[in-house]
């Protein structure tokens, strides 16, 4: 008896904190795909270094397809198709910012035209709460892949959760999308901590401080 065995299409979600390498992954995954001669279309949205480019902190990037709120992705797959592009393989990075929607879409575009989906993300915002498009994606993807490359706290414990900061204070206030880094000097940015020092509000500028002025550890006992 002779058995055929179909590769089937998958939405594969890989997540993780910031500074985890994500997007190094991403364009690891592009590459290897690209390089055994598959074509593929790489979507990104708020990238650090832009719009329309898909970057990792190492250096690298690609042109992108910026994803807005309003973009169909489905309709832009199924256009390029029609106008005789070959696409084998979607790579969507910074897939927490996308509405439901679009998660919907390239679900779709994995059943209906056997396309292969390689979304990558974080799955909660400042406040620990998960993004709508991260929401989506566990619910709608085939496989949900954590990193394996674990971003630290300034501790040196696993960073779980990401924490918006201004001038070096951790706040939960505010916006759930406001772009930014964790390797930025600007008034607002963002730092990983592990989950002891994100309860503790605990960041790095405010441990230096009270290890400089003698004070204790500013511990929440509750």
Not at 79 to 102: K, M
Not at 143 to 148: D, E, G, I, S, W
Request: hydrophobic letters at 35%.
């Amino acid at each position: 008896m002779t058995w055929n065995y179909l590769t089937v299409a998958e939405l594969i979600y890989f997540v993780g904190t910031m500074d985890c390498g994500k997007s190094t992954l991403a364009l690891q995954t592009d590459h290897n795909h690209a390089s055994r001669g598959r074509s593929g279309v790489v979507f990104t949205k708020f990238d650090r270094a832009g719009e329309s480019v898909l970057s990792s902190r190492l250096g690298l990037e690609v042109p992108a397809i910026e994803v807005s709120d309003e973009l169909n992705l489905r309709r832009f797959v199924v256009d390029r198709l029609s106008n005789g592009h070959r696409i084998d393989y979607l790579i969507c990075d910074e897939a927490q910012f996308y509405t439901p929607e679009q998660i919907e879409h390239i679900a779709q575009l994995v059943d209906d035209l056997g396309i292969d989906v390689f979304a990558f993300g974080i799955l909660t915002d400042f406040r620990t709460r998960l993004f709508p498009g991260s929401a989506r994606l566990l619910e709608l993807a085939d496989r949900v892949q954590y990193l394996q490359v674990e971003a630290l706290c300034w501790c040196g414990n696993r960073a779980l959760h990401n924490a918006r900061t201004v001038d070096g204070e951790m706040t939960t206030e505010g916006d759930q999308v406001l772009v930014g880094d964790v390797s930025s000097s600007s008034e607002t940015s963002y730092e990983v901590l592990c989950r002891r020092h994100y309860r503790a509000r605990l960041t790095k500028h405010k441990s230096n401080t009270a290890h400089i002025s003698g004070n204790p550890l500013p511990f929440d006992e509750r």
